[in-house]
């Protein structure tokens, strides 16, 4: 139905939701290759480790129940507030990528990621409820699912995929001109042949692209929740308008 796009604010918070689908999609492309290509961990290990999302997703829950329920404060800044935890899970990514760290020190960036989705979620549930009447509501949440399972997270992987294939060969072509047959040799020497020197320069290269477009989805978190911020004082609203 055409009318669902006519109920004011309708179209910002479906575009938002999009932002925020594209900018959770590093969960699956850069956690996955950080995992699977530096750390080598087997399935059961990461699975067990994203366990730790649960207790913030408890805690996401209850604490928009109490914000908006009990509270009843804006919901503009609630979405500013889960946009600055997804940025400690993002920052926490970015300063902790090594190949060295322990498994332990990943749960409380995991943990942040939990209860950033679950406040972005019911927030996203709750701006729609308020804008559009119940006719409509359900047509909302099916485009709501639509950019949460395909448009927006397909859309941050592929910008994510890309930006691993560009500093990978960024990373390669930084380093070629100090990988010739004297450095080859000098290591060989020491006991340590090519393969498992370029072995070790992928797994380098791979984790600093990570932490590099970690970084990026982190500015990219501040800026959408201090634009949320912005948009909560009326008089910028309505200068934007």
């Known amino acids: 139905d055409p009318a669902m796009w006519t109920y004011h604010n309708v179209v910002p918070v479906i575009l938002l939701i999009g932002v925020v689908e594209a900018l959770f999609s590093c969960e699956h492309v850069l956690e996955m290759v950080y995992y699977e290509e530096v750390m080598h961990y087997a399935d059961h290990t990461y699975?067990?480790?994203?366990?730790?999302?649960?207790?913030?997703?408890?805690?996401?829950?209850?604490?928009?129940?109490g914000w908006l329920k009990l509270m009843r404060w804006n919901v503009y800044k609630l979405i500013a507030v889960a946009l600055f935890a997804f940025a400690l899970y993002a920052g926490g990514f970015y300063f902790l990528v090594d190949s060295n760290i322990s498994i332990v020190q990943l749960r409380v960036p995991i943990l942040w990621r939990g209860f950033s989705y679950?406040?972005?979620?019911?927030?996203?549930?709750?701006?729609?409820?308020?804008?559009?009447?119940?006719?409509?509501?359900?047509?909302?949440?099916s485009v709501f699912n639509v950019l949460h399972?395909?448009?927006?997270?397909?859309?941050?992987?592929?910008?994510?995929?890309?930006?691993?294939?560009?500093?990978?060969?960024?990373g390669f072509a930084r380093c070629s001109g100090y990988i010739d047959s004297v450095r080859i040799s000098a290591r060989a020497s020491h006991g340590l042949h090519f393969g498992q020197?370029?072995?070790?320069?992928?797994?380098?290269?791979?984790?600093?692209?990570?932490?590099?477009?970690?970084?990026?989805?982190?500015?990219?978190?501040?800026?959408?929740?201090?634009?949320?911020?912005?948009?909560?004082?009326?008089?910028?609203?309505h200068q934007i308008k």
Request: hydrophobic share 60%.
């Open 149 to 170: 399972m395909f448009v927006g997270g397909l859309t941050g992987a592929a910008f994510h995929a890309y930006g691993m294939k560009y500093y990978m060969a960024d």
């Open 118 to 141: 679950a406040v972005l979620c019911i927030s996203f549930m709750w701006c729609l409820h308020a804008i559009m009447s119940f006719e409509h509501f359900f047509q909302a949440l």
């Open 47 to 65: 699975e067990a480790l994203n366990q730790w999302s649960l207790p913030g997703i408890w805690a996401g829950c209850l604490f928009s129940l």
């Open 197 to 237: 020197m370029m072995d070790g320069m992928v797994e380098g290269f791979l984790a600093q692209s990570v932490k590099i477009l970690f970084g990026w989805t982190l500015i990219a978190a501040l800026f959408f929740a201090v634009l949320m911020l912005l948009w909560d004082i009326p008089m910028v609203r």
